[in-house]
């Protein structure tokens, strides 16, 4: 068909036309550039405050990539607010939304995003056994739609008690405090036989609510212990000024798995970093979006760890804390 009469007179040719229109419409509809846009949905378990600076490390390692959040990609930043039931219902509201990638932090968040999705990819950050849940087929070929990365729980469990036994001299029986988080019974394990190896006793308490905490304490004043270690998941954070209260009324020297308790008065903490976590799990989503598929992206460990001690705490509990100790720690609260 040629082209209308009141068309030819136009100076443009034919073709040209058709493409300034075309970069016109992109340039001008908001609806088709947003749709051109990656969105990634992060999810946690935590309150947005305490986990603003592992989204700023994820901002940061994107933005080396050359993604810029607000710019040519959008994140979609919703957290639990210690409220973990709440995890399955924002991970189905953001596959819902159509994000392109789902960021998850830690164990719960993740298995939320597996049940709401088998296609869109998750990158996972900090789960403590991927494989043992099912959420991958193995830590080098994951299989699925998830991979990131994971905890390394056997070398930190002989760390955080090789660090217990520095500070408490003749150190004999530990109490562990956990809670009935998916992989309690590995975990449990893992403790147990490291514990084994170095030659300490193990006392389990499992607490899943703030009831059962003082419980278990109490029980600590019947069946004394030389320290605690807090192993719990996502009971932890959002129970640390309970649990930090209630070992400094025990007079226990405790070692958390998160370094929110030694900033909040807690008495020394060995975590992962998770900042550093974030920011390498902008390379998985990097790689996702220019076309690798998240089912041969190998899982990996975390490389980088915090030792954080609380002196103020070490003093109310009238402990001296080895030089050699706060030489090595990452940060020392005076």
Known sequence: ???????????????????????????????????????????????????????????????????????????????????????PGIAKELVGSGVDILVTAGTLATLAAAGATTTIPIVMVGVGDPVALGIVDSLARPGGNATGLSLSSAECTATRFRLLQELVPNLARVAVIVRDDPGLEQKLLDIRNTAEQMGLEVVGLEANSGRALEFAFTRLRNDRCDAVYVACGPLGPAKRAELIALAKDARLPAIYSFGLFAAAGGLMSFATDDNDLFRRAASFVNRILTGSDPAGLPVEPPIKFELIINMKAASALQLTVPPALLARADQVIQ
């Not at 994107?62 to 639990?80: E, F, P, Q, S, Y």
């Open 1 to 87: 068909m040629s082209a209308p009469a009141y068309l030819e007179p136009i100076c443009v040719k034919r073709r040209e036309f058709l493409w300034l229109a075309a970069g016109t419409a992109i340039a001008w509809n908001p609806a088709v550039a947003a749709a051109a846009t990656p969105r990634i949905g992060v999810i946690g378990p935590g309150s947005g405050v305490a986990n603003q600076g592992s989204l700023d490390a994820l901002r940061d390692g994107l933005r080396v990539l050359g993604w810029t959040d607000g710019g040519n990609l959008v994140i979609l930043n919703r957290r639990a607010e210690e409220h973990a039931e709440r995890l």
